[in-house]
């Protein structure tokens, strides 16, 4: 039998276990407080063929150890689309990062999807994890994932149709070596995609238009202050030339939700959603309740 370890028992370790043992791996837990400690994780390397690092543990011995005897060390997520590739689950994937707004537009992007009649569910740093999505619904259209910087250091085929960096502020200094690092691991999320993908690109943002070099695929350009793909200009939102909404009319106020709702429109349009559909639901949507 196969054997993978997994490290660290949160939300995206436990999942990332569930789907190994789908997979008929023998998965060796790892965790300080609730498995195997890490210490004698690395007596057990030895006939190990898959490492998966949780994203909130460290880069500590045990992962320098299965590094340094050629283990393949990813995280969840790439297991996960390594999984959908290998048994063609075609659910398109829109992947979102950035500092803040994460939250918002991830679960404003999939409810939108849902108004429209998709089938769609989000994952990864907010609901479950993307494991056990995949687990529990295979014929989705679409599957939303907020993704923190951790859940991108470990990425290797990872692609999703479409992605975006919401905004860039620093954060996370502890792990990373300076706010560079951070900022450019952020860009880990659009490093596969090409021709048929898309990256919705806030040009409002200095860090981001500072990496245009580090997006290889599609960009759809957003602003609040000029004219660009999708922008707003006299209290009016419009997608290329045509007008979609009236900014007055949203549901949801301040000009932080005005940035994440050009992405909101900019995902609907890409895919296929008419204009009134997006008017109706940004006009009535809820806020979110901890927000």
Not at 129 to 146: G, R
Not at 177 to 193: A, G, L, P, R, W
Request: hydrophobic letters at 35%; one cysteine or more; proline letters at 2%.
């Amino acid at each position: 039998m196969k054997k993978a370890m997994v490290f660290g028992a949160g939300i995206s370790g436990v999942g990332a276990k569930k789907l190994l043992e789908h997979l008929n791996y023998n998965v060796i837990l790892v965790d300080d407080k609730l498995g195997v400690s890490s210490e004698d994780g690395k007596k057990l390397l030895g006939d190990i063929e898959l490492f998966i690092k949780s994203p909130g543990v460290p880069y500590n011995e045990l992962v320098l150890e299965a590094k340094k005897n050629q283990i393949k060390v990813i995280d969840e997520i790439e297991l996960c689309y390594e999984y959908m590739v290998q048994y063609n689950v075609n659910s398109k994937i829109v992947a979102i990062t950035g500092t803040n707004g994460k939250t918002t537009t991830t679960t404003k992007i999939t409810e939108l999807l849902q108004y429209c009649g998709y089938r769609a569910e989000y994952a990864g740093n907010i609901g479950k994890s993307f494991a056990e999505l995949l687990l529990e619904q295979k014929e989705l259209d679409y599957i939303v994932l907020e993704l923190s910087s951790f859940q991108l250091e470990n990425l290797i085929e990872f692609k999703p149709f479409i992605s975006m960096v919401i905004n860039l502020t620093p954060d996370h200094l502890v792990r990373y070596s300076n706010v560079d690092e951070y900022y450019d691991t952020k860009f880990n999320i659009c490093k596969n995609q090409g021709e048929k993908e898309y990256f919705i690109l806030n040009t409002d943002c200095e860090e981001v238009v500072k990496r245009l070099n580090l997006i290889p695929t599609n960009k759809i350009e957003i602003s609040v202050k000029s004219k660009k793909d999708c922008y707003v200009e006299n209290g009016k939102l419009y997608w290329r030339e045509e007008e979609v909404l009236e900014t007055d009319k949203l549901s949801l106020k301040g000009r932080h939700n005005l940035e994440n709702i050009l992405f909101i429109v900019s995902t609907g349009k890409l895919c296929g959603i008419e204009s009134e559909k997006i008017r109706e639901f940004l006009y009535h949507t809820k806020t979110l309740e901890h927000r």
